[in-house]
Nanobody
Framework: QVQLVESVGGSVQAGGPLTLPCSAS????????LAWFRQAPGKQREGVAA??????????YYTDSVKGRFAISTDSTRNTTYLQMNNLRPEDSGTYYCAAGAVSAFGCDLSSPDEYAHWGQGTQVTVSS
């Protein structure tokens, strides 16, 4: 049984940092995407970052609005994926979800939440100006 748990969210001021951990268990794909999505009230769920794990290299993907500010990483010894967020902006506020799925022909597609079969319960991030 796959279980994804985002354990920490938070409230920060604009310009500050925050790191979100996601503990994963039971994800057995030989090549997998571990990703972070977010959803603000009244808006669609948006892919933020993903890492393609398989073979000898890890490929990372970011949506344009977070490039240079966010970084996704994994600690295989702890089965944990992290989203390091720096220089946060009020528009980064929302509920952040950890997701996992098999790698598709297009790699890890941040534009298609349906490609991800497993989701965490979400954690709230609030950035104040």
């Amino acid at each position: 049984q796959v279980q994804l748990v985002e354990s920490v969210g938070g409230s920060v001021q604009a310009g500050g940092p925050l790191t979100l951990p996601c503990s994963a268990s039971g994800v057995t794909y030989s090549r997998k995407c571990l990703a972070w999505f977010r959803q603000a009230p009244g808006k669609q769920r948006e892919g933020v970052a993903a890492v393609n794990i398989g073979g000898t290299a890890y490929y990372r993907y970011y949506t344009d609005s977070v490039k240079g500010r966010f970084a996704i990483s994994t600690d295989s010894t702890r089965n944990t994926t992290y989203l390091q967020m720096n220089n946060l902006r009020p528009e980064d506020s929302g509920t952040y979800y950890c997701a996992a799925g098999a790698v598709s022909a297009f790699g890890c597609d941040l534009s298609s939440p349906d490609e991800y079969a497993h989701w965490g319960q979400g954690t709230q991030v609030t950035v104040s100006s």
